[in-house]
């Protein structure tokens, strides 16, 4: 069974940068992260695939990058120029089973961290 533990959260100014890490176990296929505003939908941010290929939404390209580290078995979400519109609770999320495309849609997704809050101050 696969774990998620997310970590890296915390507070930014605008402009500024952090990363959110997520320790998993297991080689889940697809690894992505999602963030969620209170009363609003989780919505996909950056899902990554076994072979590494990224995606991102389109208001975080160039912006944030994600990645992974098998050997450590952690993904990464590199945020930089943070926006206000960036403060979000942040989860990590996996899926087992090969996928052509990995899903954007968190329905798509069997595992999920705690979550970690980003805060981004103007």
């Known amino acids: 069974q696969v774990r998620l533990a997310e970590s890296g959260g915390g507070s930014v100014q605008a402009g500024g940068s952090l990363r959110l890490s997520c320790k998993h176990s297991g080689f889940p296929y697809c690894l992505g992260w999602f963030r969620q505003a209170p009363g609003k939908e989780r919505e996909g941010v950056a899902i990554i695939d076994g072979v590494g290929e990224p995606q991102y939404e389109d208001s975080v390209k160039g912006r944030f990058t994600i990645s992974k580290d098998d050997f450590k078995t952690t993904l990464y979400l590199d945020v930089n120029n943070a926006k206000p519109e960036d403060t979000d609770m942040y989860y990590c999320?996996?899926?087992?089973?090969?996928?052509?495309?990995?899903?954007?849609?968190?329905?798509?997704?069997?595992?999920w961290g705690q979550g970690t809050q980003v805060t981004v101050s103007s």
């Open positions: 999320a996996a899926r087992v089973g090969y996928f052509d495309v990995c899903p954007r849609h968190p329905d798509m997704y069997q595992t």
